[in-house]
């Protein structure tokens, strides 16, 4: 498992927030956890059309070293928007969990059909 910095979502955020106006602080703590910025990374990841969240997880098993030409698919795992499965074009899933301060921890997983990278 490797932990990398998801430089993408900065750019992202800046593209989803043109031209909107800053949403009103919550009435309650959210359920993720918020970096020191501010910045609940996990929620910003789960809101994102499923292309560009595509493209942030791409990026992030890229800068792991792993092998993958694309993301085809990707899909929460659980209840919070912390853990994801992300499918490279070849077939190999990865677990892409999103920390509170933007990092992503990147491991692979084995199936009957594919071995551990």
């Given at each position: ?37 501010g910045t609940d990374y996990q929620a ?74």
């Amino acid at each position: 498992m490797k932990n990398i910095l998801i430089p993408v979502l900065a750019a992202a955020f800046t593209l989803a927030g043109c031209g909107s106006e800053p949403a009103p602080a919550p009435a309650s703590p959210p359920a993720n956890a918020v970096a020191a910025d501010g910045t609940d990374y996990q929620a910003a990841v789960a809101a994102l059309p499923e292309a560009q969240r595509n493209g942030v997880f791409i990026r992030a098993i890229r800068d792991s070293g792993l092998p993958c030409q694309g993301v085809t698919s990707s899909e929460r795992q659980g209840d919070t928007g912390s853990v994801w499965r992300a499918r490279c074009d070849d077939g190999v899933d990865h677990i892409i969990s999103i920390e509170a301060d933007g990092n992503a921890k990147v491991s692979t997983r084995a199936t009957a059909n594919q071995p551990a990278k």
